[in-house]
């Protein structure tokens, strides 16, 4: 007897998603990528540093060589959601077997701050969008002042730091965390890129500021100033005057605007660290604020997922079975939903989508695989059926008012700005707008 073809909806063509796909179409199933953007790749192609050629050019090649699978159609320029395109319940009624969400942490994550609604407040997610040219960001216009603060400690700090010190060279960029320095999250090779901006004296005024409160709870304070200076030895050469500082043990209180309604000051108020049982610590308030000069703030403190998506979300992700019938590596990929008490029949979610914000290409490419393998483990489960989903859903996308752009019409776009950027003398070249993108192909 002829098995049975399985079809699944992959939404989101992000690392995660082609991963999946690919793995999934190299087990026999028929694959739909549904992506929102024109182009694939997700935070490969938009989140990545903007002229980090190189790697961008090398993801390309492999999403390039995953999509020429003939098990996988690709459809972009399409939104699944409740208010999109495409629902979720529109694509089980076209008969999937499953779906697969990984279209990452689309929402932004704010602290509820009095003053984050006043002019020269950003989330770093929408800055990172705007200088790497996804629509519509690229699109929208960034107030950026001379003196900045950053909320966070993390590598999209320093990314946003690196834009502000080596492209706009303005005048300060101060880091604000909770924390103190020996619980800094990003990487050293990383901080290379800004390392050379340190203003050393203010650095080394604040390691002494926050030494007591690091001694009292065991943290090696030299071992945590050694970390940050190391970076100095192969720090990119510096192209700005921008100074670039820290202040630790700070903790946002809110946020102060003048009478044009822009932020002039953020208040932060003094924490000491307590540790826990497990050994990890706390920041606690002290009571005593200060305020930074600055009339720039963003955000860099990590996502949220879409609450309007269509799946159930608590604490800035989706809902996981607690108890996975189709663990991977004892990880659950399966939605659930907390008021029925029960899994979302056939219904998985995976990076980004699965723990957002978590880790970065790697880790998406290892997500994305194993919520394909807990896929395929359900598929398994299933009664033989008959139908083609993808002929449904291609009758759908035709009633469409706008294109939805196939992997054919992707590899000519990227022909058509690899020409340009040869034409221009540019290492790369990008359409900043959905309309530029679609009268390149001949479909605006």
Sequence with gaps: MEATQRYVAVVGAGPAGLYAARKLAAAGVKVALLNRDIKPGGLAEYGIYHNKYRMKNGLRKQFRKILQNTNIAYFGNLTVGENGHLTLDDLRHMGFDAILVTVGAQGTKWLGLEGEDLK?????????????QLPP????????????ALIGVGNVMVDIARWLTRDLKIDSVIAVARRGPAEVKFDKAEFVHIAANLDLEAFEAEMERVRARMEAVG???EAARQFILSALEKADPSVSDTRFS????????????????RVHALEVEDTALELREN????????????LLDVDTVIFCIGDRVDEHFGLPVEWNEFVKNPEPRFPVDGISYEAYDPEKKAPIEGVFVAGWARKASYGLVG???QDGERGAQAVLQYLETLPPKSGDPLAALENHLRALPQPVISKDDWLHLTEIEQAEAEKRGLPAFKFGT??????????G
Excluded: C, W
């Excluded at 020269?120 to 790497?132: F, L, M, Q, S, T």
């Excluded at 959905?434 to 479909?443: C, R």
């Design 246 to 261: 820290f202040a630790f043990l700070s903790s946002p209180k809110r946020l102060l605007g003048d009478a044009e309604g």
């Design 120 to 132: 020269g407040v950003y989330h770093a997610k929408d800055i990172v969008y705007h200088y790497n």
């Design 363 to 365: 880790m998406a490419r």
């Design 137 to 148: 960001y690229s699109q929208k216009e960034f107030f950026i002042g001379r003196r900045a």
């Design 434 to 443: 959905n309309e530029e993108m679609l009268a390149a192909l001949g479909k």
């Design 279 to 290: 050994g990890d610590t706390k920041a606690v308030r002290l009571g005593t604020t200060r």
């Design 219 to 221: 943290q090696d304070v």
